[in-house]
């Protein structure tokens, strides 16, 4: 039934969901960070390859227009060389020889005409100009010419250019029909037979119709191309479409001044490339009409937005995109089917590793068919249902734990719903306690499921808690009991100690803090009896700061670990009742809590008094301690109950004005007030004879101090503690005065 699964299907068929594919936040972080350094490193390899695809068809484009940029240079100069050729071929055209030897309106007509006919056959002639030999114009084809005067190195009488040569000019511009057009003249020496000047003929011809004629054979339409002087100035290519910034677009500015980077780099190499963040730049250095007296020098350039060539690069862009997105897709799915791949061996080992130890271990577990009888059991089952193995195979699960009808019926509802279940069972009569759940599985065989059942002895658990019950129960006494901790703080309390301090049920108050100030100034103390004795009893009397309203007998029992060392308290409390003789004080007389103090308020009431009060005061310590009554510590009892007896009779007959104090175990401190040193001994006598009465007076021992010069309340009380060592060694009444007079 149950057949060893692949890795393909470990995530389906699972015992517990553990077995799963458990994706950690590591190996989320891990694919994370590898996807992304591959998208990362994608991208910027494909803006890099569109980085250089572009700058490569930059480059390409730069090649090739350098090279149409030599290729025009070269037809412009031949062209250039034509015209001068043609000028020639005009100057000694026959129409031109009989006009000059005839000068006749007839031969001129002629003349004219003939002209006419030239300007309108070739587009690049703008107009032919007479001049005798005086450089005077004589005849014209038209007049946008009029301002144009012979060079001086032509009608010289230092003749240094005649006959077969042509004189060509700068490029200039003019103005036709309000159209600024650049040009250049070409100027013939017209020669009688003996080298004598007869005239001059001068042809206009167009700059602009010259580029035109050689343009479209070579560049783009939409390609610039331009024409710049010696010094940057424009000579032609100024109809741009969409020109880039700071180039020139209007004839006669200057590139130097719109654009200094780049004409600096002209004027410094013969050819060359530019590149800018908008464009990329063709230049080359050329020479037309080049003659004896000068050289004619210009630029021709060409330029491309880069946002022309990326338009050209656009589907490749596309191209490239989508291959880097195809190569991110497949290579992050590549990265997770290895990771899936090996978190799914992994499952598929642990699902091999809990299958196997699923019978091994310290849990009670069964296997069981769909139809509740148990097909395997582990040794941890059989051993807390007390039976052999063998002994439950095949046998029913309801049988085997024992259970109720409808609670075997709630078991298999769950488990054809898919859910967990769970529940705690009784086997033999209570004598055995477990918790039962049981988790839906499958195989691959849809038809086939089974039920994972594990359970736990929880006989002592059961009992623990029970037993926990009672020990509550017994708890909630009607005296009021708490646990604390060795400081004080409060770990578990009953409802006789809640409502008696008026706390919360969840209260961690402080003991001290809940047993008012006089409890927490004796803290000390009562710390040094529990780790003395163990245990600790007193009273602490209400007043206007505490919780209570009566005062409560205490008692404190120190509970200690293994090692010796107190562990916890168990403070138990019980509301005092007073003797018959305390109630039957007179009524003039104060209440208990507020006759006997401690020490600290003693000295607080002292420091109320004036000096001259102080001046007639004694201060009387009584050590109410027999010589080795204390030897043991339970003897420590039978001290404090002698002292509560002697506070008894001291407060019966306390005067009024005097205050007595608690000081320490066996010790009282008395404040005398209205006395002086005799008064003070013979009150002292009387509570020696008072106390003989009650058989109290044993090991009895009085130190007076008197108030002779100021003092603090230390310096008194150590006085008087001067008193009471000369008392103890003295022997005889044991009542001794120290400091009761000036010296």
Known sequence: MFKRQTNKNVSKFLLISAQDIQWSRQQVLALLSQVSVMLISIVIFTTLLLSLGERRLQEDWAAKRYSELQTVGTLASDKVNFLQFRTQAFSKAELMNQYLSNPSELQKEKLLKNWDGLLTHIPELLGLSLFDPQGNPRLKTTNAFDNVALPTVVVSHDKTMGGNDIYSSQIQFVSINGKLIPYVYQLAWIENPDQSIRGYLVTYNSISEVLQTIKPAFFNHHSPLLLFGSQGMLYAGASQEQPLKKIPTTLGSSIQQTYPELWQQMANTNFGQYHNELGTFVFLKVELAANNSAIREYYLMSYIRHEDIAARFEQWRYILIFFGVL?????????????????????????????????????????????????????????????????????????????????????????????????????????????????????????????????????????????????????????????????????????????????????????????????????????????????????????????????????????????????????????????????????????????????????????????????????????????????????????????????????????????????????????????????????????????????????????????????????????????????????????????????
């Open 327 to 743: 190569i991110g897709s497949l290579a992050t799915a590549l990265l997770y089917t290895r990771h899936r791949y090996q978190l799914e061996k992994n499952a598929n080992v642990n699902s091999i590793n809990l299958a196997s130890s699923l019978f091994r271990n310290q849990q009670s577990c069964l296997i069981v068919n769909s139809s509740g009888r148990v097909l395997k059991a582990n040794r941890q089952a059989a051993k807390t249902l007390s039976v052999e193995i063998e002994a439950l195979l095949e046998r029913r699960l309801q049988r085997v734990l024992q259970l109720e009808d409808d609670v075997y019926q709630s078991l298999t509802d769950a488990m054809e719903n898919g859910k967990h279940w769970q529940e705690i069972v009784s086997i033999d009569e209570d004598s055995c306690t477990i918790t039962v759940s049981a988790q839906p599985g499958k195989t691959q065989l849809k038809s086939e499921r089974y039920w994972v059942v594990t359970f736990e002895n929880i006989t002592e658990l059961t009992s623990a808690k029970q037993q926990g019950y009672f020990y509550q129960l017994l708890s909630e006494s009607n005296v009021a009991t708490a646990l604390t901790d060795t400081n004080g703080q409060l770990l578990k309390f009953n409802h006789k100690f809640k409502k008696l301090l008026d706390i919360e049920a969840d209260s961690q108050d402080n003991v001290m803090e809940l047993l008012g100030k006089e409890f927490s100034q004796q803290w000390a103390d009562i710390n040094s009896r529990l780790s003395l004795q163990g245990k600790w009893k007193g009273q602490i009397f209400a007043d206007a700061d505490t919780r209570f309203a009566n005062s409560l007998k205490a008692s404190i029992q120190a509970e200690h670990n293994l090692d010796g060392e107190i562990e916890y308290l168990v403070v138990t409390l019980q509301i005092l009742k007073l003797q018959k003789s305390l109630q039957q004080l007179p009524s003039q007389q104060a209440p208990l809590s507020s006759m006997v103090v401690p020490l600290s308020e003693l000295e607080v009431h002292f420091s109320t008094l004036t000096e001259p009060n102080r001046e007639q005061t004694c201060l009387l310590i009584m050590d109410i301690n027999p010589e080795g009554l204390i030897s043991h510590i339970s003897d420590i009892d039978h001290l404090e109950k002698r002292q509560k007896d002697i506070e008894m009779q001291l407060l019966i007959d306390l005067p009024i004005g005097f205050q007595i104090a608690h000081w320490r175990l066996g010790s009282l401190v008395i404040l005398l007030t209205s006395s002086d040193s005799v008064q003070a001994h013979k009150y002292a006598m009387s509570i020696m004879d008072r106390l003989e009465q009650n058989e109290l007076n044993e090991g009895i021992n009085i130190g007076i101090a008197g108030y002779p010069e100021p003092q603090s309340f230390e310096h008194y009380l150590s006085n008087a503690e001067v008193a009471l060592k000369r008392a103890k060694q003295t022997g005889n009444q044991n009542i001794c005065q120290a400091f009761t007079r000036k010296a």
